[in-house]
């Protein structure tokens, strides 16, 4: 069953965050490979992998934390791809981001738009439409 | 243009959070006032009122943040209200709870449940159906 | 292979947190019995199953950051018993807290001594001599 | 020289902090008798007690630094007495608070607000004019 | 009346911050225009126009606020340039953040004093005195 | 008395971040002298100290907290040198870092897994052979 929950959590990373999160799994290989297994299988093939919420809903709760959590700001580029792959538009993750200073303060939320810029120039370099 | 603001956020809030809401601004009359004036005029008359994401996706972001941030519970509570008012189902508040263990650890997860367990108490002696 | 994780997960929660680790699980049936299981299945049958490190270092590391956290103090007096009940001695403990004023500042060592404090006055009730 | 810092610390705290700051020390004696001896001489002792910024600033920021932490309401509430006894009004003290909402999202000032608001009801039975 | 707050907030933010603040609203205006305005108008427009409390007052809450947050050192740089323009002293700024490591832990005021250094250095380059 | 506390804080520094704990000291000499005074004789010469809990322990404590934070990425590095100094085994580092994805979320594990690789591969440059 565990293999399922691998599997399963493996495609929907892809789904999800694309290149990017594939990067980060990679990145872990060497020092701390059971870290990348234990991200596919909790996160991906446990809880994204749930019905009850659809997939551009969670992203739009895991944009606004990581946003509010203030020390994030890697994830939360990782996770802007993947709001725009599942099918926000970027000025639904701009919307996200400025609503999050009411709630975390005005530098989290600056800091979170200057790192969404850099997500969104690196796809408009890549071509990507959104 | 002020009144503006205080008026649309006045509905606005009463519309999102309904009599918790309410309450709140209440109840900074006596030691703040000019406080409730300016949740009035900027989260619900200059934040909730923009176009570009629709209401339910902005509470989502909302559970989201407020159980992220850790400190938050009364305010989660109102958003729970919130919530349900302009959508969510009770089953996608707890799906977004959940999913906030993977990025605020669980800890901060379950805090929030057992603050949202009492919305729903509340909700079900107040004969809600959702 | 999941039910692996769940049984394992149950025994070490049952081993590290005692009754009030089981008690978090079964408030958790009415309104979130998944979290529940998620509970089990991961920290517990995934993280602290692990080998690598004894699970007394585990538990000064959990106090630790339940300490410096802030906003998790109903799961540090849970982990408090945990720490207790796999080997650390109550001096240890407060010695832990004690230096996370170093890094999480005065105020979170001082909210998380006075919880710690609950947490031995009840086990002073129960008859438990550490 | 350490009697100094101690004798120091305990006399500043006593000027800041008044009766609220005696208590804090008192509840510790039974678990953490030590832990009160460093806040009396490395706070107040060292770090109140030098020059450079007098004593109302240096409440102002002691108000400003709990209410952004968001998981410090007690200490709010003592250096809330520490502000208004060195010098600040408590209108001062509500507009630092306020100005938390900018910086720490409005859930830390509200919760710091409501805490405030004990402490002004507190003095107001006790009758000190601020 | 909106126009009045934006009118204000601009000649308070120009004021306080001076170029460094102008630059943050330059940045945003490619990818968030409007989270700009809402810089100029809550937080300047509407909270550091207020009396009540006096600038300098406010700039020390807000140097020990971004120092306690930890996450938002790009802010407090921003704001050093804010103290050091409305009153405060070199030497006062770093007594405010050296008071942090009580409430928000070394860590927090280490990374604070090496950021505020930053400053001070550019400030020497650009010949002020202060 | 105070040089006792400077002088044990001195050697205990040493002993524990080596190097890289010199270095923060260093680096304050310029801007903050007296807050590299503090760091010695506070954390150093009072906490680290202390007897109740060997350094071994306190380093797994201080390993947490700083992963947990979220923010202190920079002491996170000097204390992985510290616990390897101590007695840890980077295997333990890493464990630790891991179990924090628990209670700080995945993003601050996955942030100081980065950080620790860094440390890893400095001393694998130094030669160290742990």
Not at 32 to 45: D, L
């Amino acid at each position: 069953m565990q293999n399922n929950r691998y599997d399963r959590g493996w495609e929907k990373l892809k789904e999800i965050d694309g290149e990017a999160g594939e990067k980060i799994i990679e990145s872990l290989k060497e020092v701390a490979p059971e870290f990348g297994k234990f991200i596919i299988e909790f996160p991906f093939g446990d809880i994204y992998s749930r019905s009850g919420l659809d997939l551009k809903s969670r992203e739009i709760a895991t944009v606004a934390a990581l946003t509010a959590l203030g020390h994030a700001l890697p994830q939360l580029k990782v996770h802007v791809h993947g709001a725009l792959n599942v099918g926000c538009s970027r000025k639904e993750v701009i919307e996200i981001i400025i609503q999050m200073a009411v709630y975390a303060g005005f530098p989290a939320a600056l800091n979170a738009i200057f790192a969404t810029k850099e997500v969104f120039d690196e796809r408009d370099k890549n071509g990507l439409d959104k």
